[in-house]
């Protein structure tokens, strides 16, 4: 198997990003409130992730995308594990899967928040019940 390269995005990358984001109907990433991973493949990005800035305590995992042409090879838990190792120094990290990937997300170690009942910041919780009425697919609301 070909090596995964995850690494910081840059301005160079954004029209790349946001026309990824587009195309799967996702929110367009920003700079000035993200830090944006890119996987890539022998120069070919593959895949993407962001981690959303919401306060001084909470940020958002997100974003996690894989072109289809590159999945089950393991290029999402690398780039989650790029953007989690680059973060660990937050108190909460929340993340708004489909249910789906509910058993893939709790391997890395996030957890129901209903478990742990902790204030859900507001940005959070809007996004979550935004996400719940506009994506076909149930969104879980995860907590690390």
């Known amino acids: 198997m070909k090596k995964i390269h995850v690494r910081k995005a ?3 990358d954004l029209t790349w990003i946001n026309t990824t984001y587009q195309n799967i109907d996702f929110l367009p990433s920003d700079f000035n409130t993200e830090y944006i991973a ?6 070919i990005k593959c895949g993407l992730g962001r981690i959303i800035y919401v306060d001084k305590n909470n ?3 997100g974003g996690i995308y894989v072109l289809e042409q590159f999945r089950g090879t393991g290029i999402a838990k690398e780039i989650i594990l790029h953007l989690l190792k680059n ?3 937050y108190k909460k990290i929340w993340c708004l899967p489909f249910k789906y990937l509910c058993s893939f997300y709790s391997k890395l ?24 009425q506009n994506y076909n697919k149930e969104v879980l609301l995860l907590v690390k």
């Open 10 to 12: 840059t301005l160079k």
């Open 59 to 61: 940020l958002e995992l």
């Open 109 to 132: 170690g996030f957890l129901d928040q209903k478990i742990h009942n902790y204030k859900i910041p507001d940005k959070i919780d809007h996004k979550y019940k935004w996400c719940n």
């Open 38 to 43: 890119l996987a890539e493949i022998e120069g």
């Open 87 to 89: 973060h660990e120094h």
